[in-house]
Each structure stands twice: as C-alpha cells, then as structure tokens.
C-alpha cells in the first residue's frame, strides 16, 4: 500500500506534459462523407478552364480528429490513394459515378523520427513503380525518400540525398515522380534555383534510395509567385506541374504548367506553358497534389487540396479532361 501511495504521489506531482501532442491516429473506418461541388459555385454551368475540361469533383469532410492534410495522391484504375502530410493514407475505389467506396485510413508503417509528431511525418510527395508496386514518399522537413513495399506495410530503404542536404526544412521534396524509363525527379518548394525566381530540381537516374548521387540539376521557373507542389508524368511523355501561392488577399491561388520532357537537361533553366489558372471565382484551395489516368482516349488529370486541418480550407478531388 505504501509504494502505491508513493507512485501515486509522485504522479500528482510531476508536471504534465507540455510539448507537442502525438498525431492523432485515425480509426481504418473513421467514418466520412463526400459531396458534389461545381467548379465555378457562382456559375454552376461552367465547365472550361484554360485548357481543361470540369467532370466533377467531390469535399470529403470528417469529424475524426487527424482527417485531411493531403498532399500527394496516385490513382491506379479505380483505386485513390491519398497521403497527408501527417503519414495518414486514405484509400477508396470510385468509378465514373464519382461516389467513393470503401474508404479506409492506415498509417506509414516507418520513417523519419519517431512518428510522435507532424514533423517526424511530414510526407508530402508520393510516387509508384507500376512494374513492381513500389512507393516512394517525400518527407518535407527530413529531406529524405523513403520507400515502402506495395501494400504499404514495411518501409523497405530510405536516403538523404547528398544533394538535398541544403533544402530549407519545410518546403523540401513537394514534388516527386517516378518516370515511366526509372528516372525520378524531384523539385524543391523553397530551394532557389540558378537563377533568381527558379526552383531547383534534380533528375535521379534511377531509384534515389538506390542511387542518391547518379543524376543531375535542373532549375524550374514556376509562374510568377508561385511553387511547385506536385508533378505527374502524361501519356506523351510531358510532365503536368501544379504550382500553388498563397497571398492575404487572394488565399491560396493555383496554376497547372506543362512542361516537355526533353527541357529537363543537366543545368536547364525550365519553364512551364501555364493552362490554367485557379483563381476566384474558380475553386480555389491549397491544391498539393495531382494524378493522372485515361480514360479511352481522354487523358484525365486529378487534383486534391491539403485543408491543412483548418475551418477555413477544404479537401477537395476535382477531375478534369486534359485538352492541350
């Protein structure tokens, strides 16, 4: 009796704990509901933007604490995978009918740190080897790739390539992808460019876990004020690059820029042919991530926002047909 009053003495007694809390963990079947948007809410009619096409788009919204922060997203056939920038991954299948089915919620099973906080998680790119099922994740603040095993239950290698060392924390690897010939790119959000207004980028020969020194830089020019947040590789061979800026004014605005394969050279200054623009009273959000699939011939682009889990912002998927 004596030790118990002691443990329990010493327990009043201690301070609690003041630091930063643990990630919320999000039950597999926390419960989430999806509805339709228009892209223009003034002008429910409209459908063309710059060169692309509206075919709908769906607001997830939750009460589960940990919900939303997506940044990365790969769709494979009918299957979404999204990733926040907490580690916490949502998966479903949705057809033409644009109704999610069998959403389920799981965790990264390893990476940078302990995983007790956001920081230690902070997962914001996504990639996939389509040949062996392979997943590649960019974490922000670590400047580091991590890859995972197909079903996401084991990390199966990690690096920090010599040549992200010097990225500012915090707006590091945002954008990653796994070309169809095994290169990789990999675009920093903060890091300057050769040139002022540029962000730097490196091309991977081959997989950067494997390989952390083989490969180049290049310099991509965003459109005026804005970062690069997401890159997807289209059926051509040219890359689809979402860019993303905050201001007071506006919030966040975004602009999709195409650029062709064969500008991503060693020391290239690369720019993008702005398509669109999503700004009021278009959608507009904190869009971080991008997909892209076909349907018969149509190529069809993806593109999700990051709530950043505030009142203010909103999870959105919004699909669209490419034109250009």
């Known amino acids: 009796m004596r030790i118990l009053l002691s443990v329990l003495l010493l327990l009043f007694l201690l301070p609690s704990w003041s630091g930063e809390e643990r990630l919320p963990v999000l039950h597999a079947d926390a419960p989430v509901t999806a509805r339709r ?152 959000e903060g890091e300057e460019g050769a040139r002022k207004g540029t962000k730097e980028g490196l091309d991977f020969t081959t997989d950067p876990v494997r390989a952390p020194r083989r490969g180049f830089v290049f310099s991509y020019r965003p459109p005026r004020g804005y970062r690069p947040v997401d890159i997807a590789e289209l059926p051509d061979g040219r890359l689809a690059i979402l860019n993303r800026r905050f201001a007071l004014r506006t919030l966040f605005t975004a602009a999709l820029t195409i650029v062709p394969r064969a500008a991503i050279r060693p020391g290239a200054i690369v720019r993008g042919r702005e398509i669109a623009r999503f700004t009021a009273p278009i959608l507009h959000d904190n869009f971080e991530a991008i997909a892209v699939t076909r349907e018969g011939k149509d190529t069809i682009l993806w593109i999700a926002s990051d709530d950043n889990q505030q009142f203010w912002e909103r999870s959105l998927l919004l699909k669209f047909r490419l034109d250009v």
């Open 37 to 188: 948007v228009a892209l223009n809410p003034t002008d429910p009619n409209q459908v063309e933007l710059g060169g692309l096409t509206y075919l709908g788009g769906l607001e997830f919204r939750s009460s589960a604490p940990g919900f939303g922060g997506f940044s990365a997203m790969a769709v494979l056939g009918d299957r979404f995978t999204l990733l926040s920038d907490s580690g916490t991954l949502m998966t479903f299948r949705m057809d033409a009918s644009m109704a999610p089915q069998g959403i389920r919620f799981s965790a990264l099973p390893d990476g940078p740190g302990t995983g007790w906080s956001k920081l230690d998680r902070d997962s914001e790119s996504l990639t996939r080897d389509p040949a062996t099922g392979s997943w590649w994740v960019g974490f922000e603040r670590a400047n580091a790739i991590w890859r995972y095993s197909p079903d996401f239950t084991r990390a199966t290698g990690h690096v920090a390539p010599p040549a992200m060392a010097d990225w500012p924390s915090g707006s590091g690897p945002e954008t990653m992808v796994r070309l169809r010939d095994g290169r990789f790119l990999v675009i920093a």
